[in-house]
């Protein structure tokens, strides 16, 4: 597995599978937390939530999928990829890398938001869940177009590999690598907007994010005789995560000081180009962890505190997490060992992992409670299938029970196969 890469390259490939895992996970089980154990004092603010839950999710895949070294020199922008998008196409790749970003930066205006929502809400009635979800519309539109826009900013990459060769020949050329980018020689205005778009907000954000914490605490204190010990609690409480969540955007700030020590060229060493995007990778990923930890309803949904069909719940999702990490990255390692001296049974692990890892989603997405009495056989169903049917949810049992016995029929084969190349050839 090794083979091929350097020792950064392995690294940095651990640090956004954590980094992509905990993320994956902890909004999934946000998410899940959220539609069922959403307090009812929090109304149309859950909509907020979940909002920040579903961007942050988006930002952890498409950073794990792409597993991204990023080399942008003032005249050319060199992305290096490694992570399973290099299957697809560089293209996707670059996709991937977009949607990291504009979902990194819509999380900043989201966290600001959520500090003005409480600042709003003391003293007034909290807005409608319908006004809730055009505000978040109306916020992520401008992002969106970003996002666009930044999809055709990138050029050839045999330009890109050209460029870099000829403007900086004493620099790593990456020929055994997936790379993207754009050329720097004649500034696009349009890859200029959107870089300015990404970093400057950052530290009027930081600062308006503290502002507007100071005058919720202030606002709290001021009218702490006028509420109740337990409203007062709730605030106190939101407060506090809210806060928490502040100190993420200082991860930014650092991916930013890793951007400007290697555009500027303060510094030769390629540390800060592996780490450039290894900060931002954290944010979405422990923003739901503040949340879930300290929001007492999703504590215990998480810990099976509480009706039996939640903690199963939490736990089939726990349990689908691992087992699609473990089957999807046995995939991608097949793909890149291609160790010829498997010879044809790599073909037979790569259909056993494709086949469990078909099985482990359509559980995570059904989550299922069986009742098989001697007359009838309830399924009763938990997971995401719900918000679209029933008979979608019934599809995945079935998918799951035909991909078990699947699993079973490999499992046979692969034992004949190694008693059949015993003394053969593959």
Known sequence: FLMGYTLLDVISMCVYSVSGFLGVFGNAILLLALWFRSPPSWKSYTILIANCACIDLVACFSTWMSIERFVPFKDVTTSVYLGPCTLVSGFACHILHSIMLHSVTQSLFLLVIAFCYRLYVLGRSPPTKLNMVFLCIAIYLPTLSVLVASFFTNDPSVEVRQALKLLH????????????????????????????????????????????????????????????DRTREIHKNLVKVLTLHACLPFLFLLSVIAFIIVKRRLSNSIFFEYSVFWYISFMPALSPIITLYNVTPFRNFVLGRGQPRFSATAASVVVSQITLLQHGSEIVIIVIMKRYSARSYTI???????????????????????????????????GPCTLISGFVCHILHSIMLHSVTQSLFRLVIAFCYRLYVLGRSG
């Open 169 to 228: 020949p004493e620099h790593e050329q990456f020929e055994d690598y997936v790379v993207e980018g754009h050329v720097d020689v004649l500034p696009s205005p349009g890859a200029k907007f959107i870089q300015a778009y990404m970093i400057w907000p950052i530290i009027p954000l930081c600062m308006l994010v503290f502002f507007v914490r100071h005058k919720v605490i202030g606002k709290i204190t001021s009218k702490g005789d006028a509420m109740t």
């Open 348 to 382: 037979l692990i790569a259909n056993c992992a494709c086949i469990d890892l078909v099985a482990c989603f359509s559980t995570w997405m059904s989550i299922e409670r069986l009742a098989p009495f001697k007359e009838v056989t309830v399924s009763v169903y938990l």
